[in-house]
């Protein structure tokens, strides 16, 4: 089955300095997504950054990049130049993308952003 | 314009009663989902309907019954609520088949119900 391990509980940072969130995955598939999801205290699941395990650049959005190691199962969020709207849970997610599964979520981060 | 929306937003109610939560997409999607986040925050999924059809059933107790009326609604009724039914529910959609797949769920705003 697979899984996701988030090993960072709460993280911190200064705003316009840059964080990491770590995010490692266990599967056996070849073909699967990976996801960050923010939550807010309003409770919306957002969708920060999306990777594709077939494609071997990082990608980015903006401030949000991810590095993603296929091979040793892991995907890292990087928050460059954070803000204070930056603060939230920010989760990590699997997914097999066929029909008949769903989002292996990781237990969450909870990221803190001081001025 | 939303394109998962969840009603009611927030539920309080007592312990024995009977409650639905209904959710509507309106991106054509083929495939819903119900998922609970705890009071932990962990998101774990519950159900899935592809097209009308059941797909996913995690373990959950009876009292849970999903319904999809149609592609695009996906109901859930929670029977004789208990206190540990206190959580967030969310609804999301995706296209799993055919053309325009999509690569990501699109999640609805949440449903907070806290049982008293």
């Known amino acids: 089955a697979q899984t996701v391990t988030q090993s960072q509980p709460e993280m911190s940072v200064q705003e316009a300095e840059t964080v990491t969130l770590s995010c490692t995955y266990d599967t056996s598939e070849s073909d699967y997504y990976l996801f960050w999801y923010k939550q807010p205290p309003s409770r919306q699941m957002i969708l920060v950054i999306r990777q594709e395990a077939y494609k071997q650049q990082n990608a980015t959005e903006n401030r949000f990049s991810v590095n993603f190691q296929k091979a040793a199962k892991s995907f890292s969020l990087k928050i460059s130049d954070s803000q204070l709207g930056d603060a939230a849970m920010y989760f990590c997610?699997?997914?097999?993308?066929?029909?008949?599964?769903?989002?292996?979520f990781g237990k969450g981060t909870t990221l803190s952003v001081s001025s | 314009d939303t394109a998962v929306s969840q009603t009611p937003k927030y539920l309080v109610t007592q312990m024995g009663n009977d409650k639905s939560i209904k959710c509507e997409q309106n991106?054509?999607?083929?495939?819903m989902y119900w998922y609970k986040q705890d009071s932990k925050k962990f998101l774990k999924i519950m159900f899935s309907y592809n097209n009308k059809e059941l797909i996913i059933n995690e373990t959950v107790p009876n009292r849970f019954s999903p319904k999809s009326p149609d592609k695009a609604h996906l109901n859930l009724h929670i029977n004789s609520l208990e206190l540990g039914d206190s959580a967030v529910y969310f609804c999301?959609?995706?296209?799993?088949?055919?053309?325009?797949?999509?690569?990501?769920?699109?999640f609805g705003p949440g449903t907070r119900l806290t049982v008293t």
């Open positions: 999301a959609s995706s296209q799993t088949s055919g053309g325009h797949l999509t690569y990501e769920q699109y």
């Open positions: 991106l054509g999607h083929d495939t």
């Open positions: 997610a699997y997914w097999h993308n066929q029909a008949g599964t769903a989002l292996i």
